[in-house]
């Protein structure tokens, strides 16, 4: 159990990074920095991990990936929205 918490305290930093640059995004509407195809691999990257975890009925994996993937594909959209 001790391993599981520090996985899912990893997951909490590394999922919550994307925050600041959605926040930055959707206040600016500024995209120019934003990469498509380093998102889209990103993206696909975190789905894969998140099926991954699914077949480990890791809780760490599934809820970090799981909201990982809808922060990247948010910043996909708004890249694509406000190109």
């Known amino acids: 159990m001790h391993i599981e918490l520090i996985g899912l305290l990893a997951a909490c930093c590394t999922t919550f990074s994307f925050l600041p640059q959605i926040i930055q ?3 600016t ?3 120019d920095g934003i990469s498509i195809g380093m ?3 990103f ?7 998140l099926i991954y975890g699914l077949f480990l009925n890791s809780p760490s994996l599934i809820i970090a990936n799981g909201l990982t993937l809808v ?3 948010s910043v ?3 890249k694509l929205i406000w190109k």
């Open 76 to 78: 996909l959209i708004m």
């Open 71 to 73: 922060l990247a594909v």
């Open 43 to 49: 993206s696909t990257g975190v789905l894969l991990w």
């Open 25 to 27: 995004i959707y206040k």
């Open 39 to 41: 998102y889209l691999i």
């Open 29 to 31: 509407r500024v995209t």
